[in-house]
């Protein structure tokens, strides 16, 4: 099957783990049989290739994820980036043409579109296999998963259908209702829509080319940020009335809140922690290298990392969002294409910094117009570039880089350096980036 | 009057922000009317100068207190250095014979012993001048301060004095009660304990001459660790029959848990954290740079420093000791003469920590066998020597100390350091110092 997932934003409910940069996607909180941790993307990947191993997976998603997914999936994996965020009609046109220009798949063949972080079982992709298999019978232009509801959600829009057979004809959608009316819509064996369909990549470059005027992908992706923001279900799903809903009832579940997300780990504790007398019901999720003890609490999730830390009570860790948004504050960890970087301390004037560069990866070379660097390796080797000057670099080795000086940093093994960064107005922006000649 | 303040050991009961080497004392909890926050040691010193300015301030302490007593009351408050730790009754003989052999305090002048950290008003400190003036008068060698309980406490001793005048002779001690045993020494018009009394420093001279063989202050200081462990209520106390107690009715509260020191402090939070949704009786104290968030909590006191973070029901928090005794970990922060340090990163073969002297001060002159250092400046101006070679050093440079090299920095204003530690083995018993040849 050809599968786009959507790999979505900054994920504020699940503050201090995920960030602008950090998504919910990639947080490890999954434990794998080798005792290993997982993240939901991993997770999702896994399971797809192991229900079809030749199935061909694109991850829809912006530019500033693209390190994190190489790193959690390797660089195998098909990412449509995207080059602004401009809602999911844009979004899906852009992964299907790239689907049909870039990856060749054939007009004809279908594509089935879903959310990268549902929390599922295998059950799930193998309906997906369907959905797809569905989308290629030409009785219908979409193809929707209508999941079997376990509540009467107010979180999520309702799909009816005109029957109750595994495959019917879609007679509405209803838009998130309220309790009673979510309770009326089930018992008229209404599904939940969780943002998953399949389709044939000649349906929607159709309606993509009604709407935008492309060439194709290339062309496409060139004017993206001209394009309108509008979503897939209003640019597409309400108008189309060759449309068909496929019932799911496995487990699904939308980890979006810490509530939700502790439910499905397997442990009370990842990280430093210990769990003192009387607590009951409590998660702790510790990024931090700093010990942490709860004692007499219950239904609480505790988390923490270098951007923040969050003790709440469960059921309220739903509306984290308004008070996060209110703590500014430079991002203090970051996964890139190299590894990551964490800041380890900060004034008006410094900004010193933990690099971690993984074996045989590199940074940009780059320059920096209002601050001085000072790098001491920790630990491994590799080489160093400054301005054109190439020399060997290993633990206990110091480099000194001049505002203005063009430098780069080669990892043969795991490299870690301590950066300290000097200067007035330290900025993440204050970065120029040039070719190596070679 | 002469008051010795017995300044205890490591209060494992507030941690993560005390630990073997900040004591509770240490602790700036207590916001004064400038909006800074002082400790529970220079909120009582303030308060005995306030009441009697020419009051003779000793502090009995252990070697590594000395530090971080400086730091909070300067260099001129006089300080008994027990070289190690030998329980009360060694610890307040030293003292009382450094007042006379030191201090040139006559024999048959009184002095008050009180602990250093009780929660109290300024009438407190009246009635121990009141006590040191009782000892004077020759009726007692012994008058203790008997606080009125407040409730029946299973945490204190209790006086029970022979009638219920001010003062009043003793008739005898009763130990920690259970609260119905409580409930009846109070009804007998029982006072609390609270390890406060007075007396000529002769008579306590003549008891340590009686129990041990020393000559003066400076032989039984060189003698110190030889001395055995005894308390001075049992050594002296509880044997003598010339024992009086007056009471004290003010304010009297013992801060030994996270529940009772939120009590007396004045705002909800110290450090970045915020408040969220529902929140009723939560007490934050961070002293890391991390924000925190708490949501949905009651009763709850979330304390977070660099050696830890405790998040605990307020009455759970009195039984966290088990719990930290499980917790090994290198110290994280530390006050020290020159400044304070704090350790912000750590792997197998590194430390890098954090480094601020105070503006005129400076490290011992040292050398460590195991590891090279580096040191990286980022405020401030001084100068450092290495191995005799003495340079300036202002922010953004960079100085390197090979194993075994003799080094040490001097301040001229603050000045903050990033020190990366290289090597195996790193620990902070590897150090000799030196004296610096001028």
Same mark, same amino acid.
């Given at each position: ?19 602008? $940069? ?7 909180? /999954? ?14 990947? !896994? ?29 195998? @994996?098909?990412?449509?980036? %995207? ?36 929390? @599922? ?11 797809? &298999? ?12 209508? +999941? ?24 509405? /959608?209803?838009?998130?209702?309220? +309790? ?5 819509? $089930? ?26 005027? /492309? ?9 993206? %940020? *001209?394009?309108?923001? +509008? ?16 019932? /799911?009832?496995? &487990? ?35 990024? *931090? ?34 008070? @996060? ?14 590894? !990551? ?42 080489? *160093? ?27 043969? *093994? ?25």
């Amino acid at each position: 099957m050809n599968i786009i997932l959507l790999s979505g934003g900054s994920g504020k409910r699940l503050w201090p783990l995920s960030n602008d $940069i950090r998504s919910k996607q990639f947080l490890k909180l /999954f434990k794998k049989s080798d005792g290993s941790y997982e993240s939901m993307l991993q997770r999702v990947y !896994s399971a797809i290739k192991r229900v079809d191993s030749d199935a061909i997976v694109t991850i829809a998603t912006s530019k500033n994820q693209v390190s994190a997914i190489n790193n959690q999936l390797g660089s195998e @994996v098909n990412i449509s980036i %995207e080059p602004c965020r401009k809602d999911t009609f844009p979004a899906i046109a852009l992964a299907t043409a790239y689907l049909h220009d870039v990856k060749n798949v054939d007009l004809n063949e279908a594509v089935v579109v879903c959310p990268v972080d549902p929390y @599922v079982d295998d059950d799930y992709f193998e309906a997906l296999n369907k959905l797809c &298999k569905q989308a290629e019978k030409d009785d219908a232009n979409l193809v929707l998963m209508g +999941i079997e509801p376990t509540y009467p959600s107010e979180k999520y829009g309702y799909i009816v259908p005109v029957d109750k057979k595994d495959t019917s004809e879609v007679s509405m /959608f209803k838009e998130k209702p309220k +309790i009673e009316k979510a309770m009326s819509y $089930i018992k008229q064996g209404a599904l939940w829509n969780g943002g998953v369909f399949a389709y044939k990549l000649k349906y929607v470059l159709g309606k993509a080319h009604e709407l935008i005027d /492309f060439k194709d992908y290339y062309d496409l992706f060139a004017k993206y %940020e *001209t394009l309108n923001k +509008i979503s897939f279900d209003y640019a597409v799903v309400e108008k189309e009335q060759k449309i068909q809903v496929m019932r /799911f009832s496995g &487990k699904w579940k939308d980890l979006g809140t810490w509530n939700t997300l502790t439910e499905a780990m397997e442990e009370h504790i990842i990280g430093k922690a210990m769990l003192g007398s009387n607590c009951s019901n409590v998660h702790i999720i510790n990024e *931090t290298n700093i010990p942490m003890l709860a004692m007499g609490l219950e239904n609480v999730v505790i988390s923490a990392g270098p951007d923040g830390i969050l003790i709440s009570d469960k059921g309220e860790s739903s509306f984290i969002k308004p008070y @996060v948004e209110r703590i500014i504050q430079p991002t203090m960890f970051a996964e890139k294409s190299w590894g !990551s970087y964490k800041v380890i301390d900060i004034t008006p004037e410094s900004m010193t910094i933990k690099i971690t560069l993984n074996a045989g990866t590199s940074m940009n070379y780059h320059s920096h117009q209002k601050r001085n660097e000072v790098w001491v390796a920790i630990l491994g080797k590799g080489k *160093t570039i400054v301005d054109g000057m190439e020399q060997p670099i290993k633990a206990g080795d110091i480099i000194t880089i001049e505002a203005g000086c063009r430098h780069t940093v080669i990892a043969e *093994t795991e490299l870690q350096l301590i950066e300290v960064q000097l200067g007035k107005d330290i900025s993440a922006d204050d970065k120029q980036t040039f070719r190596l000649e070679k």
